[in-house]
């Protein structure tokens, strides 16, 4: 067996009477991708904060290259070669690139000001490491989403990280994107760094890592050779239960047409003709590549987003371009693609998230009605499954599948007739993808219409009674839940003006 590189020995963690961890232990080899998965609230972040120094376990012990170490604060964890790499990423946006990789650590001349040559010579030593070309004086702003990846990863290593953690490393990339972050996190395993992955995309587990250990409730259920285990086995080792890879079906019948759509334009938004039906009870899926102006309509539609011309007739009812409030009024509701920005208020508690789209109904005169409030927001926790140690908590401290669960749960508080779900599972683990799920199918069958936005075929084919793709900001084909096959949503996808093998657009696509 390879050195080992770290082992956390018997860490346990309690929140008040909540255990997170209980006597886990964890190793990893000196230059190994080492994933780490888990259903949300199983316990890999709260394991990894231990190892970053921002949390101090209640037990156990750290080991690096067989020697204890006492990573008491983030900076004794960065002295240690320790770095870590969140999901939201913690750069400057108005400064450079430069300033960012060396960020409090810039270079200064024997008079106290910044040496400018010497520090683009130290910001490009990490990314030369990294075989990627950027512009160091191109402001964070500016750059696009991986690039802004590359230069946290960058800012690692200029602090001679050899064990790195990333957590959702993939979460808002696709594509070539995503094949760049591969080869990346290759090279640093080639170099002997350590990489701590933690993904909910299983199928990047079999792509990319050497071994995979799974926690679940805060126990470790199993370390394994990513090569002697299947996606099945996996999946039950992380939900405690056989999950099935197939999909809910309809139980009842497609009533009749509830939103219409003709001629929805948009120049600034890239939308050109849109026409299309939604029925009552119909789970309409919308596939598309990235950019291909699937979120851009379900702004438009729910009127936070201008249109140049076209129809929406909502319950036979027209709907006004740039009203959301109306929008809402007829029984529309949007679940954004980012449920952090768009979707929540991380500052507020679980209960004002939740009855946010009510809160006109709980008014008495001037004052909230408090008590009904509570009422309506506990029920909607209970039902949604929604794990938090109280109405009160802040949905920031919430795990992502469970703030998805909150912004849904604030729409249905509403009894929405109609919702719009734009990549309603992305980044949340398989046991919550299942729940909600299932959830989408018991609104259909109730007689919800759902439009559901997803970069994943296997979502888009499981769960949709209709596909409408999209290319280029048109709808470029629709097709039968019979008819789907991921190739023909790829062929559509496609358009005529890309002429990519069909093997690269499956990867932008997936």
Not at 119 to 143: K, N, S
Not at 166 to 181: K, N, T
Request: with cysteine; hydrophobic share 45%.
């Amino acid at each position: 067996m390879a050195e080992l590189a770290l082992e956390m020995l018997n860490i346990t963690k309690a929140f008040r009477e909540v255990l997170a961890l209980d006597d886990v232990s964890f190793s990893c080899c000196a230059g190994e991708i080492h994933a780490l998965v888990g259903e949300n609230g199983a316990g890999k972040s709260t394991l990894m904060k231990i190892l970053a120094g921002v949390l101090n376990p209640d037990r156990g012990e750290i080991r690096l290259a067989g020697r204890k170490v006492r990573l008491s604060t983030p900076a004794a964890a960065q002295k240690m070669g320790i770095g870590i790499i969140y999901q939201e990423f913690n750069l400057l946006p108005w400064l450079n690139v430069a300033e960012n990789i060396l960020l409090g650590r810039l270079p200064k001349t024997r008079l106290g000001v910044v040496d400018w040559s010497r520090a683009r010579m130290q910001a490009q030593e990490p990314l030369d490491r990294l075989g990627v070309r950027l512009d160091l004086r191109a402001r964070a702003m500016d750059l696009s989403v991986a690039q802004q990846q590359l230069v946290e990863i960058a800012k690692v290593l200029s602090l001679n990280s050899n064990l790195i953690i990333m957590d959702e490393p993939s979460a808002v990339l696709a594509g070539h994107e995503l094949e760049q972050l591969f080869d990346v996190v290759r090279t640093l395993r080639q170099q002997g760094v350590t990489i701590v992955y933690i993904s909910h995309r299983l199928d990047e587990v079999f792509e990319i890592a050497d071994r995979v250990t799974v926690l679940r409730d805060g126990h470790v259920m199993g370390t394994c050779e990513v090569s002697a285990i299947d996606k099945t086995t996996l999946i039950r080792m992380m939900a405690g239960r056989t999950l099935d890879e197939t999909f809910p079906t309809s139980t009842e019948r497609i009533g009749a047409p509830f939103l219409k759509v003709k001629g929805l334009s948009s120049s600034k938004l890239g939308l050109r003709d849109i026409t299309f039906t939604l029925h009552k009870g119909e789970i309409l899926g919308l596939a598309g590549l990235v950019g291909a102006g699937r979120s851009e309509l379900a702004m438009a539609l729910f009127g936070v987003a201008p249109v140049d011309g076209g129809e929406v007739w909502l319950d036979n009812q027209p709907l006004h371009p740039g009203n959301p409030r109306q929008a809402m009024q007829l029984g529309m509701a949007l679940v954004p693609e980012n449920r952090q920005e768009q979707g929540l208020v991380l500052s507020q508690s679980v209960r004002n998230n939740t009855s946010l789209a009510i809160i006109d109904r709980l008014r008495r005169f001037l004052l909230i009605d408090e008590r009904r409030e509570c009422d309506i927001v506990k029920k909607q926790v209970e039902d949604m499954d929604i794990r938090t140690p109280g109405l009160e908590q802040q949905v920031a401290y919430l795990s992502g599948g469970n703030q998805q669960k909150v912004v849904l749960a604030k729409w249905l508080c509403s009894a929405p007739k109609c919702i719009i779900m734009d990549e309603p599972t992305r980044g949340i683990d398989v046991g919550t993808k299942a729940e909600i799920y299932r959830l989408m199918r018991q609104l259909a069958d109730r007689g919800t219409s759902i439009i559901m936005i997803s970069s994943e075929l296997l979502e888009i084919t499981g769960m949709s009674d209709r596909i409408l793709v999209m290319s280029r900001g048109r709808v470029a084909g629709e097709l039968s839940r019979q008819e789907a096959t991921e190739e023909r949503i790829l062929t559509l996808a496609v358009g005529e003006a890309l002429a990519a093998p069909l093997e690269d657009v499956a990867d932008r696509a997936s």
